[in-house]
């Protein structure tokens, strides 16, 4: 039976090193172990290129090599026959290499040591499996039929909110993932802000992270999956300069900082974009406190889920404006009673403070700020998004901002901060401002 | 070399393509000028086959728990038939490096299946080392071994 690399992938986690064999013009061969073996596609493999060696200065001479991997299950080992083509030096592909080798680097000693000078992309000719005992294969989770119910799930979502809650009870109930967390992408702001997450202790809705910071940043930068096996602080900026900060006594100027979710010392990590096209929505990304938890497969499904999710919000994102109806006028309901609590707005990024209490800041916080305006002015408590789009206190950075998802962050911002101010859908495209207490309104420079 | 290592040998054909496999154990000679590998013909035939027509021969010791590695090149390899001690040698082989194999988390199993074989499914193939390498993983992996490293 002929063997394609797609059914091996397991010999490619890293679990077991694999070993390659080159030779140069004078006919002398060469043996080196590999740090990684990165599956590209059926007919494709990628090296990771750190060092000027022996190896290197074969494959440019002569691009016929020959690698020998084991699976780390059964112990079936394969000798693959293959041919250098080209290295890479940028991209997507370099991106996702150099993330997994920092993971292996420092789980074997070797941070600051090894570092990918490049990918080199080499053709698969021929697979052989070697004769020999293996261990029977274990049972393994099927994917794919989990990948089926979540699609259908997702396709049943009605709002975004739901859609995002659904998400990440799709990935704990179906593919058993512990921890999640789910951002949107700010395209004027070149940030991601997080709306909905799964197992952390604080929920991190309203955190921020910037494109090319951390996993996130990066998957969301080059527009592909950046999956870690190992720990590695590389990866982990926005929490390694928050506690250098922090340690430095500069801890107040933060406050106006939610702190990402995420585990302390995340082994894996695998965050996926969540794109339509072109367009990018967000990213998805699942941790977890083992080493190797996510593989190749978690990789495939996590991706494909990714593309349903975005499939999924365009829609509920057209359908949250598609109101044309100006907000019924409901102004007469319980008025707010109890002492004055005061909103402050900084109209220069947006941040906004509830008795002192930092909330949310950015498109978000402007939103709150008109909303609590319209209010105070005129007791009012029913809008709709339609308007709010059309709205210039709110200067939405441009006409294809998800302006439903703010709308979810900021909704449960306000119950996570346990606000006197809260917002509730009531219907499409449409909300109620719920006041509880009176509103002192200070615009702040 | 002869403990607690997994060995793995290449050749190349005419053509200078490569191919490799997996070594079952090794002695070097009593003058330590010859070192014979162990290896399954079974499971590298075309190996053998290369080693029959020009003798070069790479080999690589590596200690998987330290990740320390050696490379010994020979350019005279020849294929032996097998000594009546080599099966003991293959199982000392096998025992050392599953021990280390467990020491970093594989299980006993996994180890047994990757290093099992069997007498009639063994020959030998001896060579005099011309260069020796360090080749654990770093900077400085294919550097020249010198005297006393």
């Known amino acids: ?445 | 070399m002869q403990g607690g290592v997994s060995i793995t040998a290449a050749a190349r054909d005419d053509a200078l393509r490569t191919t490799l496999a997996r070594a079952r154990g090794c002695r070097v000679a009593p003058d330590r000028r010859r070192v014979v590998i162990l290896m399954s013909p079974s499971q590298c035939a075309a190996l053998l086959s290369n080693l029959r027509a020009n003798g070069a021969i790479a080999v690589v010791f590596s200690r998987p728990s330290t990740h320390r590695t050696l490379q010994l090149k020979g350019d005279d390899a020849v294929v032996e038939p097998v000594r009546p001690d080599d099966l003991a040698i293959a199982l000392r082989h096998h025992e050392a490096l599953a021990l280390d194999l467990a020491n970093i988390g594989f299980g006993e199993a996994f180890a047994a299946t990757l290093e099992r074989c069997e007498l009639d499914d063994l020959v030998a193939v001896a060579f005099t080392p011309r260069a020796a390498f360090s080749q654990t993983p770093g900077p400085r992996a294919g550097n020249p071994l010198k005297a006393g490293e």
Not at chain 1, 303 to 310: E, G, H, P, W
Not at chain 1, 336 to 345: K, S, T
């Open chain 1, 1 to 445: 039976m002929t063997v394609t690399l797609d059914a091996i992938r397991d010999c490619l986690e890293g679990a077991t090193p694999a070993v390659m064999a080159t030779c140069d013009l004078d006919g002398v061969p060469n043996v080196a172990y590999l740090s990684q073996v990165h599956y590209i596609d059926p007919g494709h493999v990628a090296l990771s290129f750190q060092f000027f060696n022996k190896t290197r200065e074969n494959v440019l001479a002569n691009p016929q090599a020959t690698l020998l991997v084991i699976d780390p299950n059964t112990g079936a080992t394969y000798r693959i026959a293959v041919r250098y083509l080209r290295t890479e030096t940028e991209g997507p592909l370099f991106e996702h290499m150099k993330a997994r080798l920092a993971g292996i680097a420092s789980h074997t000693g070797m941070a600051g040591v090894f570092r990918l000078r490049g990918s080199d992309v080499y053709r698969v000719l021929e697979i052989e499996r070697i004769p020999g005992a293996t261990l029977p294969a274990a049972p393994r989770r099927n994917r794919l039929a989990a990948l089926r119910t979540c699609a259908r799930r997702l396709a049943a979502c009605t709002d975004l909110a739901g859609l995002f809650n659904e998400t990440l009870e799709c990935l704990a109930q179906a593919f058993d993932v512990r921890h999640a967390m789910l951002l949107m992408f700010d395209r004027a702001g070149g940030r991601l802000y997080t709306v909905a997450s799964l197992g952390y202790e604080r929920s991190g809705v309203g955190s921020e992270t910037a494109l090319g910071a951390g996993v996130i940043g990066v998957a969301a930068r080059e527009g592909t999956p950046i999956r870690i096996s190992h720990m590695t602080s590389d990866y982990a900026y926005a929490r390694a300069i928050r506690h250098g900060v922090a340690q430095q006594g500069l801890a107040g100027m933060l406050e106006t900082e939610i702190p990402l979710p995420g585990l302390a010392q995340p082994h894996s990590q695998l965050a996926v974009p969540v794109a339509d096209g072109q367009q990018l929505y967000g990213v998805l990304c699942v941790e977890s406190g083992e080493d190797l938890r996510f593989t190749y497969d978690d990789e495939d499904a996590l991706v494909t889920l990714a593309a349903q999710l975005a499939v999924a919000i365009r829609p509920l994102q057209a359908a949250a404006d598609a109101d044309d109806e100006p907000a019924a006028d409901e102004s007469a309901r319980a008025p707010a009673a109890g002492a004055p609590v005061v909103v402050r707005h900084y109209a220069a990024d947006g941040s906004t403070f509830v008795d002192n209490d930092y909330l949310i800041k950015g498109v978000a916080g402007s939103i709150l700020w008109a909303l609590v305006q319209d209010h105070v002015a005129s007791g009012r408590v029913g809008f709709t998004n339609r308007e709010l789009r059309l709205d210039p206190r709110i200067r939405l950075p441009d006409v294809t901002d998800n302006l439903e998802a703010r709308l979810v962050l900021l909704q449960r911002r306000l119950v996570e901060r346990e606000s006197c101010v809260r917002i509730e859908k009531t219907g499409r495209g449409r909300f109620r401002l719920c006041v509880s207490r009176p509103l002192v309104l200070e615009a702040a420079r």
